[in-house]
């Protein structure tokens, strides 16, 4: 199993609480596609999504400063 990446982690956190407008577009793009991923999974415990790949709560995940790597199966562009 990956390590995750704590820094990445807390910068997606922290951004998700007042991101910037480009930082909103991306990660409504990035949503949109997750959106239609067989990966996405629905937690239960904490009512939202997450990613099967990686186990990340989508709506965190959705605003990684990775950049398209972030993505554990390659699909988002940016």
Same mark, same amino acid.
């Given at each position: 199993?990956?390590? %995750?990446?704590?820094?990445?982690? =807390?910068? +997606?956190?922290? *951004?998700?609480?007042? %991101?910037?407008?480009?930082?909103? =577009?991306? +990660?409504?793009? *990035?949503?949109?596609?997750?959106?239609?991923?067989?990966?996405?999974?629905?937690?239960?415990?904490?009512?939202?999504?997450?990613?099967?790949?990686?186990?990340?709560?989508?709506?965190?995940?959705?605003?990684?400063?990775?950049?398209?790597?972030?993505?554990?199966?390659?699909?988002?562009?940016?």
């Amino acid at each position: 199993m990956k390590i %995750p990446d704590l820094k990445e982690i =807390a910068v +997606a956190w922290v *951004r998700s609480f007042n %991101p910037t407008p480009e930082q909103q =577009a991306t +990660a409504e793009q *990035r949503l949109a596609i997750c959106d239609d991923c067989p990966a996405k999974e629905y937690a239960e415990i904490v009512k939202t999504y997450k990613c099967g790949a990686c186990g990340c709560y989508l709506n965190k995940k959705i605003y990684s400063p990775k950049g398209p790597d972030a993505c554990p199966l390659g699909k988002w562009p940016v």
